[in-house]
């Protein structure tokens, strides 16, 4: 059984920062890519970045230079710094658990933590 729980989101002014963490049980960890989610009401849920097993990143364009994701194998944790922040980051995110292939990130269905709220004030 894996679980996924993220923390530290919040409300914070444009051009503020904020760092993400999700803490991973379980033991596919290590094996496996890490992947953060947003998602806006009404909107479906835009992969954000991702991390491989190997330490290779990717991110969305819209968050390039300002968002750094990262992992700590031994803690089993996701982080996700997110600097410069804008009101169109405003979103629950989400991090998840999936694999990595064909330079393409799949997400493992049903391993999504609980979401952290992310509000970013004009």
């Known amino acids: 059984q894996v679980q996924l729980v993220e923390s530290g989101g919040g409300l914070v002014q444009t051009g503020g920062s904020l760092r993400l963490s999700c803490v991973a049980s379980g033991s596919v960890f290590t094996s496996k890519a890490m992947g953060w989610y947003r998602q806006t009401p009404g909107n479906e849920r835009q992969l954000v970045t991702y991390i491989t097993s190997g330490g290779q990143t990717w991110y969305k364009d819209s968050v390039k230079g300002r968002f750094t994701i990262s992992r700590d194998y031994a803690q089993n944790r996701l982080f996700l710094q997110m600097n410069s922040l804008k009101p169109e980051d405003t979103a629950v995110y989400y991090c998840?658990?999936?694999?990595?292939?064909?330079?393409?990130?799949?997400?493992?269905?049903?391993?999504w933590g609980q979401g952290t709220q992310v509000t970013v004030s004009a």
């Open positions: 998840n658990i999936g694999d990595y292939g064909d330079g393409y990130y799949y997400p493992i269905a049903g391993w």
